[in-house]
């Protein structure tokens, strides 16, 4: 070999460390853009908003070059729906949802390789995107059909991308009074796609607020439908850390009391951490030896450990779910201190964030997703902590949502206020009417708004955020099950105790047959106090409804600390911090 042939290699050499250098320079800057915009949940977008927006993201707004139409715009509208009757409007809107619950996907990351160019990815990613968005936007446009605010964010779904490859479990934390409403199914499925071996567990979270006898019902529907799942309290187990009792609600030291049942018991933070790494584990060693079977039991057991394969050297769990479901509160609780900030103000978490808790073990957190869904409407998602409360305009609606779920007498016990009786001619069994609910409760806390009239507005916040937090106790049943099913005396509140309603009275003057007739001067009496654009008020509030009243108070939102969060990683431009966990003494939970 020459001398001249072996310095043009060494040239050859330089100028292609060189290249990729400054493609790696080039990289950094197209993502340091990308991420100037503060990364914002976008939930509440009309659908010319989107379209525009859209448009221009996929560069197609006007342009002679790419003629082709506007994919989200879809003038093919289906036929009128408006001569039938609710009922008849509720049972087609049922169809049509079964008909149409496969296209009710999350959003796929296409395919991708390492040899790909940033803008190659990155124009691919949005163009899958604005397909996805098309498919939606379909069904919005089925006048049968009620598509709930779901996140219009490419740049949140893409932490979720993130998260999904990188992680061998999932964990997807839901909150235990209501864990189907917060589950997301094809998500569970979309992590198949991506690794057969990967598998999804069920965090049901806030499980102190949800008491032993409903713990054991659910725990029976997720093994029925061999779902993974682990009842836990982020709450719990902070106040453990801390060395703190949990009191703050009547039922907590119900909720908490000590359970052997493997199933219903919540789980202390070393049990979870162990669980966690145990599962993920055992998905990597599947994936080695290239076994398809994995573990149906949902019973943990380290001895259960698959013999023959060594264990892996690190493995990844990512924990995804709604806004406000405890996932950072879950995050902390687990590395053992503050490091993502918890408020009760949904998707305060905008970026992932990877955490090494031991050589063996790393979590990472995505933020906080509104998955698309049907049948929930936005005042729903509201008074589940989904939408923020901020944003509601409609108050009222949402209100009713906790009147209709909670029950007339804990209302009534928790605010120390009495609510109107319904009329003798009215349902006995009807809930409160949030316009009652609304103004007793203005009336026994003196909130009254500059005009002079109860401040709706004020109270509402107040009473959805009591809600949220598990102030106004609430729960939803598994599918099919019944207060009563298999109650048996376990020493905690029964169930239907804990449901008991003021219906004494309601059974007594159903029993009367007093129910639905109508008494002729009750109904005159209800004349005088009624409210055109409200119903029947109470006698005694003689206020009316005002736009005044619905005036917002907007509330200073506290801030998260992201103080910790460090540097970048370098495979995708998403902000990480590296914690390792200082050990922590803190046993098991006394459940
Ligand atoms: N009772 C109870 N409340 C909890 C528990 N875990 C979290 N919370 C409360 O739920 C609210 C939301 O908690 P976060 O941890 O901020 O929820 P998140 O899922 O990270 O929310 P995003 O940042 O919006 O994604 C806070 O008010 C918490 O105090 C729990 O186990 N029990």
Redesign the pocket.
Known sequence: MGKNEKSGVGRALVKHHNAMIQQSKEKGRFYKSQHKKVLESVTEVSNIDAVIEQAEEADQLFSIHHPTPNPLINLDVSSSISDMTPEERREQQKKEEALHASSLRVPRRPPWTAAMSVEELDANEKQAFLVWRRSLARLEENEKLVLTPFEKNLDIWRQLWRVLERCDLLVM?VDARDPLFYRCPDLEEYAKEIDKHKRTLLLV?????LPVSMRKKWAEYFRLHKVLFVFW????ATAELEGKLLTDHWKMENNMRKSDDPETKIHGRDELLARLQYEAEEIVKMRKSGSDTSTSSNIYSPRNNAEGTSAPKSVMVGFV?Y????????INALVGQKR?????T????KHFQTLIISDELTLCDC??LVFPSFSSSRYEMIASGVLPIDRMTEHREAVQVVANRVQRHVIEDVYKIKLPKPKPYESQSRPPQASEFLRAYCASHGYVASSGLPDETRAARQILKDFI??KLPHYEMPPGMSAEDGEEDDGNPSLSEVLKSDASDVEDSLENGTETTPVFEHVLDDLSSFDLANGLVSKKATVKKSNESRKHHKKPQRKKDRSWRVGNDDEDGMPVTRVFQKPVNSGPLNV
């Open positions: 934390v979270n806030k499980a102190d607020l309290s982020a709450k719990a779910g806004p406000n479901v405890g996932k950072s509160s879950t993502t900030g918890v408020t009760s949904p998707g305060k978490t933020p906080g937090d598990g």
